[in-house]
């Protein structure tokens, strides 16, 4: 990841994302809250900020928008759309494919809890809410490759149909794993970064090996 210098975060650029309605200094005529807006207002605005997050996510740049107003839907949207996708079998299933859905939940929601605890044992600044909502997030291009490899399946399961299935997951791996350390890398101490991208490594590796050797029923 030798690019992740161009890409890490930094302090003076300016974050988007509206998750969270701004506290600032306001008259007493100004008392203003969520319970006074339309709940159209209210879910267009979380939509926005979500939409933004995934934008983040795609291409990671400079900017801090999933650490401020960090929030858990995007993460529980992926994760339930995954689990949905890899519901229908995998290599080594022998039944219905049912247990599929809690297999990736656990895994993902789990995996994120166990890299969040490991960050903050090794002196991580980021809370823990804010570390699951990147690792959270990062899902997007695995989710994407899930998607393209269940569209690949449907023309067949040849040899040329595994090769570009695995240089789909191979590079949404590579881009989960960008993602993720240009926002967590910087939030360690310089000489405790190894230990935190390795079990991140660990994590977007067995998801990407859930979704490679996945077969349709």
């Known amino acids: 990841f ?12 300016p974050v988007e994302g509206e998750i969270t309605v701004p506290v600032g200094s306001r008259s007493p005529d ?6 006074d807006e339309p709940v159209k207002d209210t879910i267009m605005r979380d939509l926005k900020a979500v939409a933004k997050k995934f934008v983040h996510v795609m291409y990671p740049k400079k900017s801090s928008a999933l650490l401020r107003d960090w929030d858990l839907w995007g993460p529980l949207v992926l ?19 049912g247990p599929q859905f809690a297999e990736v939940f656990v895994i993902i929601w789990f995996g994120a ?42 023309a067949g399961s040849g040899t040329v149909s595994f090769i570009i299935r695995l240089i789909v997951v191979v590079a949404m791996f590579g881009w989960s794993m960008l993602a993720s350390t240009a926002f967590l890398a910087d939030s360690q101490p310089p000489n405790r970064k190894a230990l935190v991208v390795y079990p991140i490594f660990l994590f977007y590796f067995v998801i990407s090996w859930m979704i490679l050797t996945f077969t349709p029923q």
């Open 2 to 13: 030798a690019g992740l210098a161009d890409v890490s975060i930094s302090e003076d650029i």
């Open 30 to 35: 100004e008392d203003y809250s969520t319970l």
């Open 113 to 154: 809890v166990v890299i969040t605890v490991n960050s903050k044992l090794l002196g991580g600044t980021i809370s823990f809410f804010q570390s699951l909502c990147v690792l959270g997030y990062c899902v997007l291009p695995l989710t994407v490759a899930m998607l393209v490899c269940r569209l690949v399946l449907l």
């Open 79 to 97: 994760c339930v759309s995954l689990a949905l996708m890899l519901q229908g079998g995998s290599a080594d299933s022998k039944d219905d494919g």
